[in-house]
T-cell receptor, first 114, second 115 residues
Framework: DSGVTQTPKHLITATGQRVTLRCSPR?????VYWYQQSLDQGLQFLIQ???????AKGNILERFSAQQFPDLHSELNLSSLELGDSALYFC?????????????FGPGTRLTVL | AQSVAQPEDQVNVAEGNPLTVKCTYS??????LFWYVQYPNRGLQFLLK??????LVKGSYGFEAEFNKSQTSFHLKKPSALVSDSALYFC?????????????FGSGTQLTVLP
């Protein structure tokens, strides 16, 4: 158990809908990262937050947004969902967000868009 | 842009034999290299990382990896494989500049240890 928690475990929804994925980092970790894992694209970095502020953006679609709250938990919002958004979404956390920090991953949320 | 290549989609090895999972990388500046393992329906578990110093890095569950700067490789090894080592292994690199400073993963290698 990495100490990173994600809810829900599974999510099934329809095209055009909006969903929110939640992540709680390990105790003491200030940085949160979101990743998408799909069969065709592999593991892709989406976005990073550090202590409530956006630190870096990767291949995140404009329909997707995220935030990190004062208690350091983070939410990833996915809107106007398309079939191609079906994937496993991982949250990871690290102490500071430095290049050398180990990122610890949560169990993931499996999103299925029908 | 930084990148990671895992040239083998699948590696099969007999239990008790040594195993190697290959990884090569491309990054500007100093590379920071990581290995993760993913079991079915689970998140990624950290195995080990190379930051600086000794080229041989020891990690969890008896795994080790050797950093080779001239060959830009970071192969994962274990002297004696267990059936329970069967899983999907990912190599990742972090370094470079700008948005490339984020963790970039290889495509993964499925390791199967045969009893």
């Amino acid at each position: 158990d990495s100490g990173v928690t994600q809810t829900p475990k599974h999510l099934i929804t329809a095209t055009g809908q909006r969903v929110t994925l939640r992540c709680s980092p390990r105790s003491g970790d200030l940085s949160v990262y979101w990743y998408q894992q799909s069969l065709d694209q592999g593991l892709q970095f989406l976005i990073q937050y550090y202590n409530g502020e956006e630190r870096a953006k990767g291949n995140i679609l404009e329909r997707f947004s995220a935030q990190q709250f004062p208690d350091l938990h983070s939410e990833l919002n996915l809107s106007s969902l398309e079939l191609g958004d079906s994937a496993l979404y991982f949250c990871a956390s690290s102490v500071q967000g430095h290049l050398t920090d180990t990122q610890y991953f949560g169990p993931g949320t499996r999103l299925t868009v029908l | 842009a930084q990148s990671v290549a895992q040239p083998e989609d699948q590696v099969n090895v007999a239990e008790g034999n040594p195993l190697t999972v290959k990884c090569t990388y491309s990054v500007s500046g100093n590379p920071y290299l990581f290995w993760y393992v993913q079991y079915p329906n689970r998140g990624l578990q950290f195995l080990l990382k190379y930051i600086t110093g000794d080229n041989l890095v020891k990690g969890s569950y008896g795994f080790e990896a050797e950093f080779n700067k001239s060959q830009t490789s970071f192969h994962l090894k274990k002297p004696s494989a267990l059936v329970s080592d069967s899983a999907l292994y990912f190599c990742a690199v972090r370094g470079g500049s700008g948005s490339a400073r984020q963790l970039t993963f290889g495509s993964g290698t499925q390791l199967t240890v045969l009893p």
